[in-house]
């Protein structure tokens, strides 16, 4: 079949990172033209093509090149690839009883284990693209094949020969995975390294109000809590349902490069390199008028955001948001006030223009929903765990990787004792000091660790992991 020639509309402003998994001998020129629409419309086309003589080596690089990416669109065919010897580092993200690895289909676990969007483009049998030959290693990417197709719904429609993948990737709207949930296979009832999305993410519901609320009444929030307090998973389920009330919503983490600092935040925006901070506050003023509605701007990680950007830039970005000309909600593990106050040397440019909201415990009802993905040990989750959304997780993902449970609650202490440390380190001492009451005396209320998710209401421990901790390591207090 000859070449098609067609033109594809850039998604939008959004430069977005996709990755093409196929192997060369087949499928190369098919990837080849992948890339080509990908890059016609506004996007990155990410690909491996050198092949270093260690596959060790190789199979680090995929997981470099995945990890960084937004997508990942894999051809399929019946090419084994370079297989992975033993030891495989990745062994631990292939299905238990996996007999042997090729990098190319790493590519697809690496995809998996990152929560990539992901894309399945099968070479049907007997196919022009079917050109492997009958061999161990061909039966080795059958088993691979149909073990997808089992396990994963994402396969779309089969490639005859290169122009149906070049039609079909062109139909793809990739400006829509900053928002679009993730199918997560369904095995994968916890993860705590991972935002969770729907349909997996539960709760927030007061959270999710007075965003919508907000939206309603075109004003920005501040969202503050700690690290690992479900900020993420909150914001991106928020960017999904903000959709259906606002035309343009873009979600950024200023920690992947996109919102790094003004101009990063500006250049993805609008394609434009401002020169100053006024300069980029002008290119986002332009851009922002361009919308019926004001854009809804959700800033991930903003502590990054504020201590890598202009003071000048915040004081005119007030200004559109006192106006009403951008909706902002910016996510810190900060008040504001202090954030600028240790990034900037200065008070918050944004005054009391935007409304602080902070991420605590669970609602008791919603965590009790998360324990019982566990089953039989639901019970077991909360009394370690409590209503803490990353120690549930962390629990339970503990407990379905490990079939004996004392070792699975062992691991998970082990673990969330880490966690702890790093938790504490960020403490003030005044903070340390009612902890260390709290935990030793009995239960003593304190707001401010009540906020941070550390103690209950009445002053009782998040769950027995934090009392456990305390037991087996205290921390040491300046008296």
């Known amino acids: 079949m000859g070449r098609l020639f067609l033109s594809w509309p850039m998604d939008s402003p959004v ?38 003589p260690d596959p060790r080596e190789l199979a680090r690089l995929l997981e470099a090149k995945i990890k960084d990416c937004h997508a990942v669109i894999l051809l399929v065919g019946f090419h084994y690839g370079h297989h992975l010897p033993d030891p495989n580092p990745f062994a631990h993200l292939l299905p238990a009883g996996w007999d042997g690895c090729s990098c190319t289909q790493l590519e697809f676990f690496l995809a998996l284990h990152w929560r990539k969007h992901f894309y399945l483009f099968f070479v049907p049998e007997g196919g022009a693209l079917d050109r492997a030959p009958t061999d161990e290693w061909r039966e080795r990417q059958c088993r691979y ?19 149906d993948a070049v039609v079909d990737v062109g139909l793809i709207a990739f400006d829509a995975l900053l928002v679009e949930p993730i199918p997560w296979p ?6 705590p390294y991972h935002p969770a999305i729907p349909p997996w993410f539960i709760g927030r519901t007061r959270e ?11 004003a920005s929030l501040s969202l503050v809590g700690d690290t690992r307090s479900g900020k993420t998973s909150l914001l991106k389920t928020w960017a999904g349902r903000a959709k259906a009330f606002c035309r343009r919503v873009v979600y950024l983490n200023a ?22 901070p006024d300069d980029a506050a002008d290119a986002l003023m332009r851009w ?3 919308e019926t509605d004001p854009p809804l701007i959700l800033m991930d990680e903003g502590d990054s955001w504020i201590r890598n950007s202009a003071y000048r830039f915040f004081e005119r970005l007030r200004g559109m948001v006192d106006q009403q000309g951008v909706l902002l909600v910016l996510a810190t593990r900060r008040d504001l006030a202090e954030a600028f106050q240790t990034f900037q040397h200065s008070g918050s440019p944004f005054g009391n223009s935007l409304r602080t909201h902070r991420l605590a415990l669970l609602e008791s009802a919603d965590a009790g929903r998360i324990a019982e993905r566990a089953g039989g040990h639901a019970d077991l989750l909360r009394d370690w765990a409590g209503e803490h959304p990353f120690f549930l997780q962390l629990a339970g993902w503990h407990l379905q990787r490990t079939v004996e449970v004392d070792r699975a609650v062992t691991e998970f202490r082990e673990e969330a004792y880490t966690r702890l440390k790093e938790i504490w380190s960020g403490l003030g001492e005044t903070e340390r000091a009612a902890l260390k009451a709290a935990l030793e005396s009995g239960p003593r209320p304190c707001f401010k660790l009540e906020r941070r998710g550390l103690l209950k209401a009445n002053g009782q421990p998040f769950g027995r992991v934090l009392s456990q901790w305390w037991t087996d ?7």
């Open 15 to 52: 430069s977005l990172r996709v990755f093409i998994s196929a192997t060369t001998d087949d499928l190369g020129e098919c990837r080849r033209r992948v890339a080509e629409v990908i890059q016609a419309k506004g996007h990155t086309a990410v690909i491996q093509d050198t092949l270093p």
């Open 473 to 479: 390591d205290p921390q040491p207090v300046a008296t």
């Open 208 to 218: 999710l109000r007075e965003l919508e609320d907000a939206l309603h009444r075109q």
């Open 186 to 191: 369904e095995e994968s009832r916890f993860d």
């Open 145 to 163: 094949r149909d073990h997808i197709r089992q396990h994963h719904r994402q396969v779309r429609r089969p490639i005859a020969c290169e122009n």
């Open 255 to 276: 920690q992947d490069g996109a919102g790094r600092n003004e101009i990063a935040l500006v250049n993805q925006l609008t394609g434009i390199t401002p020169r100053s």
């Open 288 to 290: 922002a008028r361009e």
